[in-house]
């Protein structure tokens, strides 16, 4: 959730509302005592979520008061060379509830590899969001953007529990 893609003229659709969808989420789990794990994108130089940057700045407040934490990467996948299986591990943590952006790219891939580590993972559909992708000459119209993050969901397989709404998400401290 980095400010360059929920605010200012680059934000996914309807970003206010993932916004509160997320930080509602995000609330509940430190509530509950859950390990709360925010990834943070360093893009390219000239890239809107280049580190030091306004944009690369994680959106939604980080409480390291109660342990939580912000794992820079750099590839879409949140576990490749990062401490996030360890992080997990560590606590005791056996199911993940995954959020934020990019849903076809950050979201899908660490998804893939929470489940091959052996993970629950639960995705709350109204949690996640992405871009429309734009029309292509012969290829196809344009394609709005919930259907690209449907679409994501559905390419996961029936091993990714997907819920409707994240405020069905429980949390229970490992």
Known sequence: MQSAFVSGHEAVPEAGRLLGVVGDLMARARESGALV?????????????????PGWRVHLPVDAGR?????RKTVDDGFEE??????LREAGATDLA???????????????????????????????ATYDIPAAEGISDLVPAAVVSRVAEWALGDEVEVVAQARDVGFTKP
């Open 37 to 53: 794990v925010q990834l943070q994108n360093d893009g390219e130089p000239g890239a809107c979520d280049e580190p030091d940057t």
């Open 67 to 71: 342990g939580e934490v912000v794992l």
């Open 82 to 87: 990062t401490r996030l299986e360890e992080l």
């Open 98 to 128: 995954l959020c934020g952006v990019m849903s076809e790219m950050c979201v899908s891939a660490t998804a893939r590899t929470a489940l091959d580590l052996g993970f629950r993972v639960v995705l709350p559909h109204d949690a996640h």
